[in-house]
Structure formats: structure tokens, C-alpha cells
């Protein structure tokens, strides 16, 4: 499925969104990520920030598992008149090391141009070739605008 352009807009412009992914007892995670837009395509990527150590990621291993998750963005203001939310259910596919070196530099790419922390406090990956990235394909979107008070 391809985004309409407002609601690719929208996504690109999002700072952070929240996933919720889905373990194999239906059992609901859901974390904040940030990520970039490349094509019709979303990208994270396991950054080097504190984590539980010793076990892989939960969003990670539900990814595995079942291929599924779903990214919410959103916009909230004091203003009701400017509320907006885009969640998007996409297949879900993980990166891992070794794989695909080419779109994980592309996507890598796309996340430092956005989160100017990726290269100032070290936050990335050392390696890319060692990093799990993990690509979103929309699949369905739901869009909402608050447009009852919008004006013009």
C-alpha cells in the first residue's frame, strides 16, 4: 500500500512515534522509536542508548515472530483544533547483521540526517553491518485531522 502524500508528509515530519508490536500470547508492546521515511518505506534502528542487557529486544523478538507492527503518530496540542494522529499497520521486517548492507546504509543515512544525535552523542551503531534495522511496510493507514474547528 502507498501512502496518500499528506499522510507521507505527515509521517516524514513526525519527530517520534509509538510502536506496538504483538508476542505470540497477544500480548500488547509498546515502546516510543524515532525513524526515517525512505520511499514508501520506515526505518529504526537498535541505537546504542542504555537497553536491559543480556536478552534480544521485545519489539525485536515480536518482529520475529510474526512480521506484524503498528506505528502511531501523533500531534497533540493544548489547541484541540490542531489533534491529528496517522497509525499505520505494516508487515515488519527485520534487518539483521550481515543482511542487506546497502539499505541498512541508506536507512542509516536517512535516521543521522534527521536525529542530528545519532552523530553527535554517539547514540548509532558502531557497525552497520552488525546493526538490526527493522523496515515498516504500510499495509493499511488511518489518518485523522481534527478539521470539525480547522480553519480555511
Request: charge should be positive; include cysteine.
Amino acid at each position: 500500500m502507498k501512502l496518500s502524500k499528506k499522510q507521507t508528509n505527515y509521517l516524514c515530519k513526525g519527530r517520534v512515534g509509538r510502536l506496538a508490536t504483538f508476542d505470540s500470547a497477544d500480548s500488547l508492546h509498546l515502546v516510543p522509536i524515532v525513524y526515517a521515511c525512505l520511499g514508501n518505506k520506515i526505518y529504526f534502528v537498535v541505537d546504542r542508548k542504555k537497553k536491559q542487557t543480556g536478552r534480544t529486544l521485545k519489539r525485536v523478538r515480536n518482529i520475529s515472530e510474526n512480521g506484524k507492527a503498528t506505528l502511531l503518530v501523533d500531534n497533540y496540542s493544548e489547541n484541540w483544533k490542531k489533534l491529528s494522529y496517522l497509525m499505520i499497520y505494516c508487515r515488519a521486517t527485520i534487518i539483521g547483521p550481515e543482511d542487506n548492507y546497502r539499505e541498512k546504509r541508506l536507512a542509516a543515512k536517512k535516521l543521522k540526517e534527521k536525529y542530528y544525535q545519532y552523530e553527535k552523542d554517539d547514540y548509532f551503531p558502531e557497525k552497520i553491518d552488525k546493526a538490526v534495522f527493522v523496515r515498516l511496510e504500510p499495509q493499511r493507514a488511518i489518518f485523522w485531522q481534527n478539521l470539525r474547528h480547522s480553519v480555511g
